[in-house]
Structure formats: structure tokens, C-alpha cells
């Protein structure tokens, strides 16, 4: 269990990145949804132990990270947004040294943990390559094998799905589902679907706070009855927005297919329509 107690962070720019967040995570995998700069990656740094919060506490198993982080690196991988690698290294060659750091001292135990973590991410024919020379979604699969060396038991990635088209995007998928089964993996994303698609719990986190937390689908539930769409003209648009609470807009036939949040049929024209998380996000972001 990771339990995240009243954390809160401020940067020496001003920014407070993390205000007052609390959050119990159990295994499985974990979303934490929010937009560029609502603190997502400042939170899952305070996790990673990369940088100390000014005020709370986290515990991982009831480790007290700030008081012992090696137990709780020795139990971690981690994906952050972006990771660089050595030009020259070979998939193989730079995870056997990233083993060697990560404590696996054993060369026959680490090459052949190394070549099932491989084959588990479909890099294993690409092993002699160098990782510089990679395609996004194979670098993507590759900062998640590097991650699953020395069997953590916590995983975080951090916006793994950004610029990965759709073929990758799904095999990563497939990859994250298949690893959480068994550990906690703590997903942040700014895509919505990324979340609906591979959580059974989620946040949604905006200007350093915790806006909402819950199972997706109950979240989702609690708009039925309450989500209304319309075709409007380009020129109806800012009227529009002014009378009724706006969830999303999305052009379709030249016209805006408008999703409003509504008690009752705003007027006529409204189709009453199922709720999806997207709607719960825009409006979780616009009550915060």
C-alpha cells in the first residue's frame, strides 16, 4: 500500500506544485490524470524520492520514505517523462549496466532476468541495437524493461503514452496491464483515455490538489441523466457557452457537437447522452 498523507511542495519560483494531497493506493494500477502543470510529475519526483516535500509524509508498505528512501528505491522502478540514454549502448548492454547499479551482482541471474524483460517487452531482437537508435515507442518499452529490473514492487510512469502512435500506444497498453496484476503501478497521464482504458482507480489532480478520486466508472455515473449534447453553428458558439456549462466541443459535418452539463433538458435540441470520464474530467478541471 502507498499512502500519501497531506503532501505539499513549493517551488523556490513561487509555484506550489503540490498542495495538501492525500491518496491511498493498493495494487493495481493506479491513474493520476491531470493537465501539463497541475503537479503530476512533481508528485510522482516527491514519490521517486528525487526531490523532499516541505510538509507531510509518504509510506510505501508502512516505509517512510523520507526516512528511509534506499528501502524504498530498492523496491521502485521508474519511467519519468523523458530518460536519456548512453549513444552508444546496446539494449542489452545498458540494461546489464543498469542491473549492475540496481544491486544484481549475479551475471548469470542478471543476463537471464535481462532476456526475459526483453522478450517481455518485444525488444528482444533489437537487443544488440543501440537504444539511441530506437523509435519512441521502442524507447517507451525500453524505459519499462529497465524499470522491471530487480522485481519492484512499485512502478511509476510518467505521460508514457505521449507522441506514441496508435500500434504502440496499444502495446504499451497491453504491456502496463499485464505487469499491474501483481504490484502497484501509478500511471500519469494527461490522456483521458489512457486512464479509462487501464485504471480501476483514478485522480484527477489540477493546481497542486486532489479535485476528485474514486473508481472511474462510479465517477462516471454520478453525470448520468445530466450530460446533454447539441449541434450548434461556429457562429452560435460564444452565446452559447455564456447560457450553459460547456463540457467539450468537438467539430463534426461543419457544425459543433456541444456537451453540456444540465439538471434538466436545457432547451429544445438536446439529446440526454451516456456520460464518459471526459466529461467527468472537464468538469472536475472546471469546478476547480
Same mark, same amino acid.
Given at each position: 500500500?502507498?499512502?500519501?498523507?497531506?503532501?505539499?511542495?513549493?517551488?523556490?519560483?513561487?509555484?506550489?506544485?503540490?498542495?495538501?494531497?492525500?491518496?491511498?493506493?493498493?495494487?493495481?494500477?493506479?491513474?493520476?490524470?491531470?493537465?501539463?502543470?497541475?503537479?503530476?510529475?512533481?508528485?510522482?519526483?516527491?514519490?521517486?524520492?528525487?526531490?523532499?516535500?516541505?510538509?507531510?509524509?509518504?509510506?510505501?508498505?508502512?516505509?517512510?520514505?523520507?526516512?528511509?528512501?534506499?528501502?524504498?528505491?530498492?523496491?521502485?522502478?521508474?519511467?519519468?517523462?523523458?530518460?536519456?540514454?548512453?549513444?552508444?549502448?546496446?539494449?542489452? %548492454? $545498458?540494461?546489464?549496466? @543498469? =542491473?549492475? !547499479?540496481? &544491486?544484481?551482482?549475479?551475471?548469470?541471474?542478471? /543476463?537471464?532476468?535481462?532476456?526475459?524483460?526483453?522478450?517481455?517487452?518485444?525488444?528482444?531482437?533489437?537487443?544488440?541495437?543501440?537504444?539511441?537508435?530506437?523509435?519512441?515507442?521502442?524507447?517507451?518499452?525500453?524505459?519499462?524493461?529497465?524499470?522491471?529490473?530487480?522485481?519492484?514492487?512499485?512502478?511509476?510512469?510518467?505521460?508514457?503514452?505521449?507522441?506514441?502512435?496508435?500500434?504502440?500506444?496499444?502495446?504499451?497498453?497491453?504491456?502496463?496491464?499485464?505487469?499491474?496484476?501483481?504490484?502497484?503501478?501509478?500511471?500519469?497521464?494527461?490522456?483521458?483515455?489512457?486512464?479509462? %482504458? $487501464?485504471?480501476?482507480? @483514478? =485522480?484527477? !489532480?489540477? &493546481?497542486?490538489?486532489?479535485?476528485?478520486?474514486? /473508481?472511474?466508472?462510479?465517477?462516471?455515473?454520478?453525470?448520468?441523466?445530466?450530460?446533454?449534447?447539441?449541434?450548434?453553428?461556429?457562429?452560435?458558439?460564444?452565446?452559447?457557452?455564456?447560457?450553459?456549462?460547456?463540457?467539450?466541443?468537438?467539430?463534426?459535418?461543419?457544425?459543433?457537437?456541444?456537451?453540456?452539463?444540465?439538471?434538466?433538458?436545457?432547451?429544445?435540441?438536446?439529446?440526454?447522452?451516456?456520460?464518459?470520464?471526459?466529461?467527468?474530467?472537464?468538469?472536475?478541471?472546471?469546478?476547480?
Amino acid at each position: 500500500m502507498l499512502e500519501i498523507h497531506n503532501l505539499s511542495k513549493k517551488y523556490s519560483n513561487g509555484v506550489q506544485a503540490l498542495d495538501n494531497v492525500s491518496l491511498e493506493i493498493g495494487k493495481g494500477m493506479f491513474g493520476l490524470l491531470g493537465p501539463n502543470g497541475a503537479g503530476k510529475s512533481s508528485l510522482m519526483r516527491t514519490i521517486a524520492t528525487l526531490q523532499d516535500a516541505d510538509a507531510g509524509n509518504i509510506t510505501f508498505n508502512n516505509i517512510d520514505i523520507s526516512k528511509s528512501p534506499r528501502e524504498l528505491r530498492l523496491q521502485l522502478g521508474y519511467l519519468p517523462q523523458e530518460f536519456g540514454v548512453y549513444p552508444k549502448f546496446s539494449a542489452f %548492454d $545498458l540494461l546489464d549496466h @543498469m =542491473a549492475t !547499479l540496481k &544491486g544484481i551482482s549475479d551475471k548469470k541471474q542478471r /543476463h537471464e532476468q535481462i532476456n526475459a524483460l526483453l522478450h517481455q517487452t518485444n525488444l528482444f531482437d533489437a537487443r544488440r541495437r543501440a537504444v539511441a537508435n530506437f523509435s519512441g515507442g521502442m524507447k517507451q518499452r525500453f524505459g519499462i524493461a529497465q524499470a522491471l529490473l530487480g522485481d519492484p514492487k512499485l512502478i511509476i510512469v510518467d505521460e508514457p503514452t505521449a507522441g506514441l502512435d496508435p500500434e504502440e500506444r496499444n502495446r504499451f497498453h497491453n504491456l502496463l496491464s499485464e505487469i499491474s496484476e501483481n504490484i502497484i503501478v501509478l500511471l500519469s497521464t494527461h490522456i483521458v483515455s489512457d486512464v479509462e %482504458d $487501464l485504471c480501476t482507480r @483514478m =485522480a484527477i !489532480l489540477s &493546481g497542486g490538489k486532489i479535485r476528485e478520486c474514486g /473508481h472511474p466508472t462510479e465517477l462516471i455515473n454520478r453525470l448520468t441523466g445530466r450530460v446533454w449534447m447539441k449541434a450548434i453553428g461556429k457562429a452560435e458558439i460564444e452565446p452559447f457557452e455564456r447560457d450553459y456549462q460547456v463540457l467539450s466541443r468537438q467539430l463534426h459535418l461543419g457544425k459543433i457537437q456541444a456537451r453540456i452539463l444540465s439538471e434538466v433538458c436545457p432547451e429544445d435540441g438536446f439529446k440526454c447522452v451516456t456520460p464518459t470520464l471526459e466529461d467527468v474530467y472537464f468538469n472536475t478541471l472546471q469546478q476547480g
